[in-house]
Structures are given as structure tokens and as C-alpha cells.
């Protein structure tokens, strides 16, 4: 029997066992070169980068190093940048948190549309519903009492408002809500909330014969259930408009068509709670009230910069299309009509659409709007992370700043003691009509 054997050539390199030490050694030296550029591109990016920015990349890898609980670095850098509080107004939004904020300031709704505030007491109300919200569908109103809440009727339970909200949030079908003007809930009812997506509605129109909503998709109308406007003098009508995003332009060009078709000469603009919104909307809004303005491109608001240029901002005067010279004009507003809002009410004085004394201000502590007469720019980052900034101070067309003052009842406008939600009586604005009438 033959004994089988092998064995490697050899070749003008050497015998294979000198080969494969110096391959060894030629990957080693590789690798600690390799360790060595790191450490020097490491230290490089490390001292380029400013002694805050260091503390801050210091800090996140401390965190996640530390943390008592497993926690990743996208969660912990999101945390350090959601602590940005230059102002009230400049805040750093995710990627997917921006595309939600987008979303409903475009106008599209996937939430249950209910906003909360909470009395002292820790009674829970409701401050708004969206218009052609689930909880506007439903027919819960503004000022309301939410006593209990649950997935059906049989499975009401009570809660504050972190159990309430936490609730709506994780639920993603229909839910009910006992709701009523009386604390007590003496006039409690049980309103089921049906989820679905929805086509925002901006503004409210009322007269002594209708409430209705314009859905701008839809081209139609519904009766909202706040119902028609007792105690208004059958020439007049009353406008809201709840924010200025999505189709709030469309909407009120819709409305103030049908007010003039309708033959009413008085129009109640209600901003109250109004925080604003897009400044391109407000430019669309602001096109219908420039009464006295003599260009077919009036400016309605100017934006100065840090580095002193500053940005005009136009609309087109179409206030003879829709409204006659005798028209009537008169303002809700309350210390929560800010930003976009008070840049209408200031497009609304400089072009004597209104006087000081047509602004009707609910006085609580004091009587007046908020103050913002600044705005916000968005920067996006390669991930899509959105960082919102205020970059500019905003003037009316008569070089009016409200920022930090808002329009005051020292102004000359008209101050009306109410609370800030209505009951099942607005009583600001039964006060106003007294006062009209």
C-alpha cells in the first residue's frame, strides 16, 4: 500500500512558512495603521468642533453609556435638542413628529380633533373641537365638562387629564365621552366619538338661520352643531376662523361670497383663541379687508431681520368684490388671538377696514391680544429633522410692532368681562350683540 503524502511547491518567494509570517505581519501593520488614522481622524473631528459641541457629544455618550436603562442615541440626542428654549416659539422636531405637525397644518386630520384644558379644580373641559372632527361630529362643543370616558357605554370610567388624553391617544376605534355644561352633570350625555380621518374645517359661519362649516374638498356645507346665532340682527353674520393653516383662505372667500349673496351688511370676525398659522394664509385671508388701500398690491406685513434687510409681504386688494362701502366690521379677540391673527387685525386697522374701537378684547386680568408680532422659519436637516427658529420681527402696514404688547384696551378698543370658555352661553359674545343691538 502506497503511503499518500503532499507537500508545497516551492517558488523564488520562499518556503511557505516564511510567506505566511509575513503576510501576519504586513496585516498587523495594517491594522494598528488603520487604528492609528482612526485615532488621529478621531481627535482631528474631535478639536475642530467647538468646546460646547464636544460637551454635547460628551454628554450623549455618557448617557447612553450610564443611563440606567438601555436608551439609543437618536432618543437621547432628540431629548437634548427638544430642550431648545430660546423663545416659546423655536423648537426641533423629529423627522416623523414634523411630517404629523405638517399634515395637520395642511389641513389633513387623523386625531380625535378634541383640545383639553384643565381647571383648577382638575375638572376636565373642553377647549375646542376641530371643525369636521370626529369630536365636533359628534356634537361635543367647546366649554364642555368631560365627566367620563370609556369604549363603549357600558365601560365608562373617570380620570384626569394625563388618563384622558393617554386614553384617546392609544385608542384607535370609536370611544364615548359623557359630556355636559354642569360640573355636576345634570345635563350630561353620552357623545360617541366615531375615529377616521378627516378634511379639516377652519372656519364657522353663523347667522339667525344656520352654523355652517365649508368643506373645501368636498365644494358643500354642513350644519355644525353649535347651531344658528340667536340675537343677531338679521343683517349681519358672524365669521370664526380657528387657525390659519389648510384651506382657511378658501373658506372664508366661500363665506364671505355667501354673506354677500345673502344681503348682510355686518360681519362679526371672530379670532378669539386664534394662535396663528402660516403667513401665506394670512396673506390670503388679508386680500378681502383692504378697504382704503390705493395699490393693487398693498403690503399687509413687513419682516426685519437680525441683519437689517427686510422682507415685504403683499396681497392683492379685493375688498370691493365681496363687501359694499356701508359694510360694518367688527373683531373678537382675547389674549390667546396671537401671531397671524394680530397681523390681520393690523392689515384690518392700517386700511380702516376697523378702528381701535370695533376690536372688542375679553378682559381677564387685563384686556388684551398676546403679543407676537415675531416669526418662525424652518431648517431641515439631511435626515429630515426640522429645526423651527424665530428669525424676524413682524410690523403692521403702519409700522405698528404689537410684539410683547398685543392690542390693549389703551388703544381704544372695547374690553367685555367674560370667561374664556364659553358654557352653554357664550357670554362674551351675548355681550357684544347686547352692545350692538
Known amino acids: 500500500m502506497d503511503e499518500e503524502t503532499s507537500a508545497a511547491p516551492e517558488n523564488e518567494g520562499g518556503t511557505p512558512r516564511k510567506n505566511t509570517k509575513r503576510n501576519v505581519l504586513l496585516a498587523a501593520g495594517g491594522v494598528i495603521l488603520a487604528v492609528i488614522f482612526f485615532f488621529i481622524g478621531w481627535a482631528a473631528r474631535w478639536y475642530s468642533i467647538d468646546r460646547q459641541a464636544r460637551a454635547l457629544l460628551w454628554a450623549v455618550e455618557t448617557a447612553q453609556k450610564n443611563y440606567y436603562k438601555e436608551v439609543s442615541r437618536d432618543d437621547l440626542y432628540t431629548t437634548f435638542f427638544e430642550g431648545l428654549s430660546l423663545d416659546p416659539y423655536s423648537e426641533y422636531y423629529t423627522k416623523e413628529a414634523y411630517e404629523e405637525v405638517s399634515r395637520a397644518q395642511g389641513g389633513e386630520g387623523s386625531d380625535a380633533g378634541l383640545s383639553l384644558t384643565t381647571e383648577t379644580s382638575g375638572a376636565i373641559r373642553v377647549f375646542r373641537t376641530r371643525g369636521n372632527s370626529p369630536s365636533e361630529r359628534a356634537g361635543i362643543l367647546a ?73 373645501n374638498a368636498e365644494k358643500s356645507t354642513y350644519e355644525a352643531p353649535i347651531g344658528p346665532l340667536e340675537g343677531l340682527p338679521e343683517t349681519a353674520c358672524y365669521l370664526r376662523i ?58 399687509v406685513a413687513t419682516a426685519r431681520y437680525r441683519d437689517g434687510h427686510q422682507e415685504i409681504y403683499r396681497a392683492r386688494n379685493r375688498f370691493s368684490e365681496y363687501f359694499s362701502d356701508d359694510v360694518k366690521i367688527r373683531i373678537l379677540a382675547d389674549e390667546r388671538t396671537a401671531s397671524a391673527s394680530e397681523c390681520l387685525i393690523g392689515a384690518l386697522v392700517s386700511y380702516d377696514a376697523v378702528s381701535y374701537g370695533d376690536i372688542y378684547l375679553r378682559k381677564g386680568t387685563e384686556a388684551r391680544t398676546y403679543g407676537k408680532g415675531i416669526m418662525q422659519s424652518s431648517f431641515t436637516d439631511p435626515a429630515g429633522n426640522v429645526l423651527k427658529l424665530t428669525v424676524a420681527e413682524i410690523f403692521w402696514p403702519d409700522g405698528t410692532s404689537i410684539h410683547g404688547k398685543g392690542v390693549t384696551e389703551a388703544d381704544g378698543a372695547i374690553a367685555i368681562e367674560a370667561p374664556l370658555l364659553p358654557g352653554e352661553e357664550d357670554i362674551f359674545l351675548t355681550q357684544v350683540l347686547e352692545m350692538l343691538a
Open 143 to 215: 366649554g364642555m365638562y368631560i365627566l367620563a370616558f370609556g369604549s363603549s357605554e357600558a365601560e365608562l370610567s373617570t380620570g384626569n387629564t394625563e388618563a384622558l388624553t393617554a386614553f384617546v391617544s392609544a385608542t384607535k376605534g370609536d370611544f364615548v365621552l359623557r359630556c355636559g355644561f354642569d360640573p355636576a352633570g345634570t345635563d350630561a350625555e353620552n357623545y360617541t366619538v366615531r375615529r377616521a380621518d378627516y378634511r379639516i374645517a377652519a372656519c364657522l359661519y353663523r347667522d339667525g338661520e344656520h352654523a355652517l362649516r365649508y368643506l
Open 242 to 299: 380657528d387657525e390659519f393653516f389648510g384651506t382657511a383662505e378658501e373658506e372664508v372667500a366661500y363665506f364671505l361670497n355667501y354673506m354677500r349673496s345673502h344681503g348682510k351688511r355686518e360681519l362679526i370676525l371672530d379670532l378669539r383663541s386664534n394662535g396663528g398659522g402660516y403667513l401665506h394664509v394670512f396673506q390670503g385671508i388679508a386680500q378681502y379687508f383692504l378697504r382704503s388701500a390705493t395699490e393693487q398690491m398693498p403690503i
